[in-house]
C-alpha cells in the first residue's frame, strides 16, 4: 500500500490543550521532544491554551501538511480544549469533521495526529477527510505519548514515510517493552494517498534534464528499474526523449512511490528539497 512521505519544509502545526478542570499533562515537555526530533526538518507552528477556533485559525494561517493535537480526549463526544476561563470545553467530533472537511483550510494537509486518550472515534470519521491519521484507542501514559512523539517525528525526519515511521516507532516501544505501547493506531486513506501521489510531468522531466546525464539515467535505470532497464531503454534515445519514455512508464505502471523513494536515497537532500513540486 502507498504512503505518503513529508518532505523536508513540511508545517507542522502543534496544537496542545490543558483544561484546568481535568488531569495535568507535561504539553511543554511534549513540544520540546517534537522540536528536538525533526532539527530544521520541518517548520513548526506552536498554540497552546487552544480553544476550538484557534484550529481554524491555525489552518487558515499556516496550512500545515501535519496537524498534531496534544491533550485530552472525550471519547466519541470529541477532544477537549479550553475555553476562555481555562476550563473544559469539547471539540466535537462532527465540527473537527466539518472543518477539516473545508478544503480552504484543509488543502495541504496529509496527517493528523490526535495524540490525545480515546480519540480513535475521531480518527474513523476524519479518516475520510486527510490522507493519514494516527489516534490512541484508549488511555496512553503521558510518558508513553511522548516517547511515541520523539520517535515518530524522528523518523520522519529521517525520511521515513508515514506508515514506515509509524511501524518502526511501535517496533522501538516494543523492543523497550514501554506500557501502552500498542494503544496508537494508524488509519490510511488510499483514495486521498493515491490522488496526491502523481506525476507533474513537466516538472519531473525538467529535474532529470537538469540533473541527469544519459549515462547517469542508464544507470539509475539499471539499478532501481531493472524491467524498464531490460526491456524498454531505448538505446539511441536522447536524455529528452527517454526522460519522456522512462516517466511514461512510470505513470502507467503506478511507480511513482517507488521513483521518490529511489530519488530520496541516490539524491538525497537535492531531491528532497525539490519534492512537493515534483509531486503534486
Request: hydrophobic letters at 40%; proline letters at 3%; charged letters at 25%.
Amino acid at each position: 500500500m502507498l504512503s505518503l512521505l513529508l518532505p523536508r519544509g513540511s508545517v507542522l502545526a502543534f496544537i496542545a490543550a490543558q483544561p484546568q478542570d481535568l488531569e495535568s499533562l507535561r504539553l511543554q515537555n511534549e513540544q520540546g521532544e517534537l522540536e528536538r526530533s525533526v532539527g530544521h526538518h520541518f517548520r513548526i507552528s506552536t498554540q497552546f491554551a487552544a480553544r476550538p477556533e484557534d484550529l481554524v485559525t491555525t489552518l487558515a494561517n499556516h496550512k500545515p501538511h501535519v496537524l498534531h493535537f496534544a491533550g485530552h480526549g472525550a471519547g466519541a463526544d470529541g477532544l477537549a480544549m479550553e475555553n476562555r476561563h481555562g476550563k473544559m470545553t469539547l471539540l466535537h467530533t462532527k465540527t473537527l469533521e466539518k472543518v477539516l472537511a473545508e478544503k480552504s483550510l484543509s488543502s495541504n494537509l496529509r496527517l493528523v495526529v490526535l495524540n490525545a486518550c480515546w480519540s480513535s472515534e475521531q480518527a474513523r470519521v476524519i479518516a475520510e477527510q486527510v490522507p493519514a491519521v494516527i489516534s490512541m484507542r484508549s488511555s496512553i501514559l503521558d510518558a508513553t505519548a511522548m516517547k511515541f512523539t520523539s520517535h515518530f517525528y524522528a523518523k520522519l525526519a529521517e525520511g521515513k514515510t508515514i506508515s514506515d515511521a509509524f511501524h518502526q516507532t511501535l517496533l522501538i516501544l516494543d523492543i523497550k517493552k514501554t506500557p501502552d505501547r500498542h494503544v496508537p493506531e494508524l488509519q490510511e486513506n488510499a483514495r486521498l494517498i493515491a490522488l496526491l501521489v502523481t506525476l507533474n510531468l513537466p516538472a519531473w522531466n525538467r529535474y532529470f534534464t537538469e540533473n541527469f546525464s544519459i549515462e547517469d539515467l542508464q544507470t539509475f535505470t539499471a539499478v532501481h528499474f531493472e524491467e524498464f532497464h531490460r526491456l524498454e531503454w531505448k538505446p539511441n534515445a536522447s536524455l529528452s526523449q527517454q526522460t519522456i519514455h522512462f516517466l511514461d512508464y512510470i505513470r502507467k505502471r503506478k511507480k511513482v512511490g517507488e521513483l521518490r523513494e529511489a530519488l530520496r536515497q541516490t539524491r538525497g537532500a537535492e531531491f528532497t528539497d525539490l519534492e512537493h513540486t515534483l509531486c503534486s
